[in-house]
């Protein structure tokens, strides 16, 4: 199989380790002139800065994807202004502010929200607030959040139900001993390499068609006992997908339509790229949402799945069982990354991400270009910019008083 692969591959070529050739910052762009340079959805990780910007936020014109309805009555976002531009964002020997990271970092947009109201909202590259820009993996983190919702309905009894409890066609192979749990956790206990660089890896060789994929996972022996040793796998990702979509009898972004999309008031329809032509969503790939609803999904979270008229999407303790290190890797959970203060966050390639803090419940929205897929030093420099921005909001108060 050839390294450069379509989109239904490429998607998951990503996060640790796998890095697209550097190239310089993304440009600003009139979204009236994107359909001249959206590029082969082949090539994603390779696109040159100017079809990253036509092609992330026009993902539905270039790839099969499933709509998911904008809310009837979209959940109001208060505005409470502060000037964040000038906050000091201090990463080993550098020093550089919110607005030196946002033209440094090709940021197509940045949103903060401190109890419940927008406190900062910026876009670059051509973007509105009406723009919506592929997520990546962090739709890896709804993915997680869906699969509580199914417990919580009844359709999954728990995650220490067996994988095979939902996949049959898994059964006598090393997945049989594997729970639920050990998915979410990337711990499966199966083996598997990520190496995008190395042409015979299974991330490289894996076909990305739902049943092919079953039977080069089946294939695959087992080299640790599940639940043992964190194993980044993007391929489980799309396990986790087909096993929701098993259990619920339905399609991923209806059942997100459902329980969290329109519920909780999402303002903008949004789009879930699909494996194959009327086939199932990807589990590790892509929704194409607005800023402000990546903001709205971070306050869900923040709000442990909880409706505004007290309706619990998800079952009690949830984001927080999620949440929590696992026995493999203290830095994972369930699809979620975490940070410090039991902060954690969603993450995708290119630098988009939803970082929550329920300490200072506060949620931050970013959208970004960057010229390298996943490059360690960027995300540590996120890092340290979602802190700068949370302590400066700590230092200054509440919002507009």
């Not at 962090?138 to 728990?158: E, F, P």
């Not at 960057?370 to 108060?397: C, I, T, Y």
Request: proline letters at 5%; charged letters at 20%; glycine letters at 10%.
């Amino acid at each position: 199989m050839q390294a450069s692969c379509a989109l239904t591959r490429a998607v998951f070529c990503f996060l640790l380790g796998a890095t697209a050739l550097a190239q310089a910052k993304a440009p600003f762009m009139d979204p009236a002139d994107d359909a001249n340079h959206l590029g082969a959805p082949e090539d994603i990780l390779f696109w040159t800065p100017e079809q990253q910007v036509a092609g992330f936020r026009n993902i539905e014109k270039i790839h099969p994807t499933r709509i998911i309805p904008a809310a009837a009555q979209p959940r109001r976002l208060p505005e409470r202004f502060v000037e964040l531009s000038a906050v000091p964002i201090r990463h080993e020997e550098l020093t550089m502010t919110v607005d030196d990271y946002f033209q440094q970092q090709s940021v197509a947009g940045l949103l903060v929200i401190k109890d419940g109201s927008i406190a900062y909202e910026r876009y670059g590259l051509g973007n509105s607030r009406d723009s919506r820009w592929i997520s990546f993996s962090v739709s890896k983190s709804v993915v997680s959040m869906l699969i509580g919702a199914a417990i919580q309905d009844g359709y999954i009894g728990g995650v220490d139900e067996k994988v095979t409890d939902y996949l049959p066609r898994l059964k006598g192979s090393p997945y049989e001993k594997s729970t639920i749990r050990n998915i979410l956790q990337m711990a499966s206990g199966v083996q598997w390499n990520e190496d995008y660089t190395d042409p015979e890896s299974d991330l490289n060789r894996a076909s990305w068609e739902t049943l092919a994929l079953y039977e080069y996972l089946g294939q695959k022996p087992r080299v640790a006992e599940p639940g043992t040793v964190f194993n980044y796998n993007t391929a489980e990702t799309n396990l986790a997908g087909t096993l929701l979509r098993s259990a619920i009898g339905n399609n991923l972004s209806t059942y997100l339509s459902e329980k969290i999309w329109q519920p909780f008031g999402m303002g903008s329809e949004a789009f879930w790229s699909l494996t194959e032509p009327n086939g199932g969503e990807f589990g590790g790939c892509c929704i194409s949402a607005t800023l402000r609803d990546y903001g709205r999904l971070g306050l869900f979270a923040l709000k442990n799945g909880v409706l505004a008229d007290g309706t619990a999407v998800l079952p009690d303790g949830w984001l927080a069982e999620s949440t929590a290190p696992s026995r493999g890797s203290e830095a994972y959970g369930y699809f979620w990354w975490l940070g410090e203060e039991g902060s954690f966050a969603a993450s995708g390639i290119f630098g988009q991400g939803i970082y929550i803090s329920p300490k200072e419940r506060t949620v931050i929205a970013l959208h970004s270009a960057r010229p390298d897929a996943s490059k360690r030093s960027d995300w540590s420099l996120q890092s340290a910019m979602f802190a700068a921005l949370v302590k400066a909001l700590g230092e200054a108060g509440q919002p507009g008083q």
